[in-house]
């Protein structure tokens, strides 16, 4: 089989000489338009449970890691002068042109054809020649937009800002730093890397990745909108360069940023509807793609590579593309599924990362990053003491656990955290929320709320009030996706504007509704109820002693049973 693979970068190089050393005897071209030489990022950083699974396919990427990459276990976060870490996070990085150049090497070893400075303009114009088609050509991936109207990618923009730059520092593992400047709230993603081709020891030579985000505002106050993005990949953002080493003096410890093609974006979270037309398949950023913060984009294209050769090779028999193509996607789209689905509410948490900043301290706003994707409970599997530090600065100032913390609304205080919801007794009628028996408040929807207190004025009929004067909640349905955001917080806003002591929020995503609440408590100062049926204990008091909510609600039979366990969950170790 005559196979062409156009790019050639990680997943491209390890399809080809998987591909080669299936069978030695298959014509295998790779087409790079760059040099051999050139690369534009620094670091890649692999999960243990990564390396494991690709290491069942070829020990190459082990051995990169082991000879030439550097290895830890605590990831840090630095917030308010105080560094938090959390263990149990099993992670190596390697230089990008290191990792590229071994790759090479093998690729070489096993008889691939490369192809530098060959640009393709047209992939079409392959299928004629060769078999199989591979697009492995990234993010912007000249393949796919050609094929768009067959795969019909989609595309969304997230409105962080963020560059891609290095330093001389080495920072002893992954690094999460926090700083607010003259200018907004910046975040840095830092981890080491080895640099030169030789191990990084503790202390030694080396250099570390150092990715900074920001919201748009931040970003624009500060003038750093003045570099035209839209020039050819090559020069980087100087002026940011300097802004930026100027605003993280402090963690430099006086050692420079680095640039490669370093200039401000917005991530793009690519998805297609198909990966393959024909005898054309794609793979890794070019059919999908996750924020940077799971550091998946070089594993989901490698396990690509990997699975696509073991379809072409062992699935559907020999000669029967079609069926291995499309084993291939098969396979493959439950996991990548699975990674985008994580890397969504990570790539939410960064767009919000400023009011985590500017509310909450250093322990509460660890604990709420760690926990954006890992409830309590695994947590402290993973990590015991950090778990521990935080419920026991919890307890130190609440002096209970969390879900039994007591709490004011509207006036009252309730004993704990958890409060059953019963059913309406109508359709157009509100839930009833109940503390320890007692009504907390009646709740109201945004139809049944005006700025003067008496009916709403939607387009149907007048709902009846329930409540005309004293205090009052607002129930609100959050949206299933971001995009319906905008009009929930618009309800949630005229709700507070009319005098509502508490916002409940149910439906929509687990994304949405904690966003709502957030934007509730955080925002607008109003005690925030999440509603949510199918949460675990540990799932509700994470919610609460991160600071996504004020209370977590339920049907009574849920409700009775977290409140039946929260004298212990959440609990000093």
């Not at 109207?149 to 730093?177: E, H, N, Y």
């Not at 990745?209 to 919201?215: H, Y």
């Not at 680095?258 to 024909?278: A, D, H, I, M, Q």
Request: proline share 8%; net charge negative.
């Amino acid at each position: 089989m005559r196979t062409a693979i156009v790019g050639g970068g990680p997943g491209g190089l390890f399809a080809a000489t998987l591909l080669k050393l299936a069978d030695p005897s298959a014509d295998v071209v790779v087409f790079e338009r760059n040099r051999p030489s050139d690369t534009f990022g620094f670091g890649v950083v692999f999960s243990d449970a990564t390396l494991r699974g690709i290491d069942d396919v070829d020990p190459v990427l082990l051995r990169a890691l082991t000879d030439h990459g550097v290895h830890w276990d605590e990831i840090e976060v630095r917030i308010h002068g105080e560094r938090w870490r959390c263990g149990g996070n099993g992670m190596a990085a390697i230089a990008r042109m290191t990792l590229l150049r071994l790759l090479y090497q093998q690729a070489e070893a096993a008889g691939v054809d490369l192809r530098f400075e060959h640009d393709v303009p047209d992939p079409a114009g392959l299928t004629g020649s060769y078999d199989l088609v591979v697009g492995a050509d990234g993010a912007n991936s000249a393949v796919r937009r050609q094929l768009k109207g067959q795969l019909r990618p989609s595309v969304t923009v997230a409105s962080a800002k963020f560059i891609w730059l290095a330093t001389t520092k080495l920072f002893d593992g992954l690094t999460f730093i926090h700083e607010r400047g003259p200018d907004g709230v910046f975040a840095v993603h830092g981890y080491p890397f080895q640099l030169g081709g030789t191990p990084v020891p503790p202390g030694g030579p080396g250099a570390s990745t150092f990715i900074v985000e920001t919201d748009e505002a931040s970003w624009r106050r500060a003038g750093l909108d003045a570099f035209d993005v839209t020039q050819p990949p090559g020069p980087s953002d100087m002026a940011s360069k300097a802004y930026l080493e100027e605003l993280f003096a402090e963690h430099l410890d006086g050692e420079p940023l680095l640039v490669n093609n370093s200039r401000w974006g917005n991530f793009r979270t690519v998805r297609c509807g198909r990966w393959r037309e024909g005898n054309v398949v794609i793979l890794g950023d070019a059919a999908h793609t996750a924020h940077f913060s799971v550091g998946s984009g070089t594993k989901m294209a490698m396990e690509d590579a990997a699975a696509l050769v073991r379809c072409l090779t062992d699935e559907p028999g020999p000669g029967d593309l079609d069926a291995a193509l499309d084993a291939f996607e098969s396979a493959r789209r439950p996991p990548v599924a699975k990674i985008q689905g994580a890397a969504g509410p990570s790539l939410s948490w960064w767009e919000h990362f400023g009011r985590y900043h500017d509310h909450l301290g250093a322990a509460q706003f660890s604990f709420h990053f760690f926990s954006r994707a890992i409830p309590l409970d695994k947590l402290a599997t993973r990590d015991p003491r950090f778990v521990a530090d935080v419920t026991g600065w919890w307890a130190s100032r609440f002096g209970a656990p969390p879900l039994s913390t007591p709490l004011s609304v509207a006036g009252r205080k309730i004993d704990g955290r958890v409060v059953s919801v019963s059913d309406p007794a109508s359709a157009g009628d509100v839930p009833v929320v109940r503390s320890s028996g007692e009504v907390l408040v009646p709740f109201r929807r945004p139809g049944d709320v005006s700025p003067a207190g008496g009916p709403g004025r939607d387009s149907g009929p007048p709902r009846r009030r329930r409540d005309p004067g004293g205090e009052w909640g607002l129930w609100l349905t959050a949206p299933d996706d971001e995009a319906g955001l905008p009009a929930a917080v618009a309800q949630l806003e005229a709700g507070v504007a009319a005098g509502a002591a508490a916002v409940a929020v149910s439906g929509g995503s687990p994304v949405t509704r904690v966003l709502l609440c957030e934007e509730a408590r955080m925002v607008r100062g109003i005690p925030a109820l999440l509603v949510d049926d199918g949460l675990r204990p540990a799932q509700a008091a994470t919610l609460v002693l991160s600071g996504r909510a004020d209370l977590v609600g339920a049907s009574e039979p849920v409700a009775e049973s977290w409140t039946a366990v929260a004298p212990t969950v959440g609990a000093p170790a």
